[in-house]
């Protein structure tokens, strides 16, 4: 079966630090990945897809995310960070036609001044 | 487009009291999915739709749940007789299913007492 493991609950950082949120995912088939955000009492918010293609992908607010077969990982990066960005993070994955999702178990950003 | 349309936002019900969440997805999309989300359990998928049908409902927690959409432009969960255990925040998504991404409505912060 799919499975998507963030690998740290809670990611600590200081603005205008880097930063790199974990994920890894399990199929034998191939997957479309996705990172989502999302901020106290809203939904989630589409950061980033990958479908097919170029690896690294750009999204929006300044994240990006490798896509990485050898190690089924697609890591979700930003080279500085704002205090705007302290939210829950959510990796998904998805395969087949069917639009159903696996997602992760979340990571929370929390950007410190 | 107005994104993914939930309501209520917010409903506060007695233990017993049947509660009704309803869902207007993306105009064109032809899948929908509902998804509980708690701080214990995480982003859960309830139920999806493909079509208008219900794919899979192995999410549905018991029989006291159920998820209708009549038509392409709405849907609706159903939880009859609430109780405690039921207070969740309830998202709805939507997505062109091929394509995989989906999109969030606000969500219905559901308080049961």
């Known amino acids: 079966a799919q499975s998507v493991t963030q690998l740290d609950s809670q990611v600590p950082v200081f603005e205008e630090a880097p930063v790199e949120l974990r994920c890894n995912y399990s199929?034998?088939?191939?997957?479309?990945l996705f990172w989502y955000v999302q901020y106290p009492n809203q939904g989630l918010q589409l950061l980033l897809k990958y479908l097919s293609g170029s690896t690294l992908v750009k999204g929006i607010n300044g994240f990006e995310a490798e896509f990485n077969k050898s190690q089924t990982s697609f890591h979700l990066r930003k080279p500085s960070v704002h205090i705007s960005d302290t939210a829950e993070y959510f990796c998904?994955?998805?395969?087949?036609?069917?639009?159903?999702?696996?997602f992760g178990q979340g990571t929370t950003l929390q950007v410190k001044p | 487009d107005a994104g993914v349309i939930q309501s209520p936002r917010h409903e506060v019900t007695e233990m017993g009291q049947e509660v009704t969440l309803r869902c207007k997805p993306i105009s064109g999309h032809n899948s929908l999915f509902w998804y509980r989300q708690t701080m214990m359990r995480g982003l859960e998928l309830l139920i999806y739709?493909?079509?208008?049908?219900?794919?899979?409902d192995s999410g549905m927690p018991e029989d006291r749940f159920s998820a209708k959409m009549p038509n392409a432009s709405f849907s609706t969960l159903k939880i009859q007789p609430s109780e405690p255990r039921d207070s969740a925040v309830y998202f709805c998504a939507s997505s062109l299913a091929y394509r995989g991404e989906q999109y969030f409505g606000p969500g219905t912060r559901l308080t049961v007492t």
């Open positions: 199929s034998s088939v191939s997957v479309y």
């Open positions: 998904a994955a998805g395969s087949g036609n069917t639009g159903k999702l696996i």
């Open positions: 739709f493909n079509n208008n049908v219900p794919i899979d």
